[in-house]
């Protein structure tokens, strides 16, 4: 009898120590170990203005631009102003040889004068042959002789000053000048080049406002209005968001694409203007409201629905969230229903955390010294 006794208190004993096991392993997965993570991976839930509206792209560039071209050929003297250089409205850029412009400018001159000289004796004429009629010293004959040659000396004058006006005006333009106040974009002449009519010369552009080109589909017509607010970013400055406006939308569709132009303007005065030419992609705010918003990477739309990792009582729960609407300017969400203002998220590769594991968060201050 003394052997099954013993066996009996062996067997025990092992269903005691497996029973210990078991209870040691639920403990440890009951109470998982703390995972400590940085605040670049935490997010807060908050109220804010949601915006979203048709994606546009499409190339910069200066709301007011002029191409100068040669109204007159000639030789180019002189050339005062580099690409680049910043000018104001008036300033004389360049200038072409203007010495038959000058020449025939002083013969229509001496024309005007002439015809101006004649139109008075003209004038004169016709009152002293009026008050000679009156008299009864001339014909009525000699009052109509007077009078046609009177309005004879008048048509000549006005020849005289259209031909004046004509040579002044080519003078000018001998002279190259500023439209407006602005920075000179391209130069295509140097001094001692012979243009003829038409050749370009200068292009001068207003950088203080800027013009997106875009296009949006017909049917995302109905979101486009004149005033609409626009944001977008720019190939070269990064991540940085610039705001414009819708001014003009064309009344006419491209019968190939069905698609219509929009034009958004820019102002340019920061501290880091914009350039005409580079590429620009944003999209129209076409409707705006307030609601609770969190950021695309702490939502996790994998899957049937799409869920967020929220931090509460230190530990991590899966959280169903019904999305509205998408800013994709501004990378976020609106979260119609699931969170409330204050919430915690974990987002980007947190978001790989277990539901239910306890979560620190790190402060700056927490990281070792060396």
């Given amino acids: 009898m003394p052997r099954p006794r013993a066996a009996l208190i062996f067997l025990s004993l092992g269903a005691f120590a497996l029973a210990g096991c078991n209870r040691n392993g639920e403990a440890a997965e009951a109470n998982p170990a703390a995972v400590t993570v940085g605040r670049e991976v935490v997010a807060i839930v908050a109220n804010d203005t949601i915006e979203s509206g048709p994606g546009i792209q499409g190339t910069l560039a200066p709301e007011r631009e002029a191409k100068l071209r040669a109204q007159v050929p000639g030789p180019v003297l002189a050339v005062h102003v580099l690409q680049g250089a910043r000018v104001s409205a008036g300033t004389v850029l360049g200038q072409l040889d203007d010495r038959a412009l000058r020449d025939a400018f002083l013969g229509a001159k001496s024309g ?17 042959t009026k008050r000679l009629v009156t008299e009864g010293a001339l014909s009525e004959q000699a009052l109509e002789n007077a009078t ?13 000053r259209a031909r004046f006006q004509s040579a002044q005006d080519n003078l000018d333009r001998a002279r190259i000048t500023a439209p407006f106040t602005g920075v000179v974009s391209e130069r295509s002449i140097s001094a001692g ?28 017509l109905g979101d486009i209005r004149i005033g609409a607010p626009a944001y977008f970013t720019v190939s070269g400055y990064g991540d940085k968001v610039f705001t414009g406006r819708v001014t003009a939308v064309n009344p006419t569709a491209d019968p190939v694409t069905r698609q219509v132009r929009i034009y958004v303007t820019i102002p340019n005065r920061g501290a880091q203007p914009l350039v005409g030419g580079l590429f620009a992609e944003g999209r129209v705010a076409s409707t705006a409201r307030p609601a609770l918003v969190v950021p695309e990477t702490a939502v996790d739309r994998r899957g049937v629905s799409p869920f967020v990792l929220r931090l509460k009582g230190g530990r991590t729960e899966q959280v169903a969230v019904e999305l509205g609407l998408h800013d994709k300017a501004r990378e976020r969400f609106e979260v119609r229903h699931g969170l409330a203002a204050g919430d915690t998220l974990l987002v980007g590769a947190a978001r790989g955390i277990s539901a239910g594991t306890p979560v620190v968060v790190s402060s700056p201050s927490d990281k070792p010294s060396r």
Avoid at 195 to 205: H, P, S, Y
């Fill in 112 to 128: 005007l004068t002439t015809g101006q000289i004649a139109a008075d004796n003209a004038a004169r004429d016709l009152d002293r």
């Fill in 193 to 220: 080049d012979v243009v003829t009519m038409g050749a370009a010369l200068f292009t001068v552009v207003d950088p203080s406002t800027m013009r997106l080109e875009a296009a949006v589909p017909a049917e995302q």
């Fill in 148 to 160: 046609r040659a009177q309005l004879q000396a008048q048509a000549q004058l006005a020849d005289a």
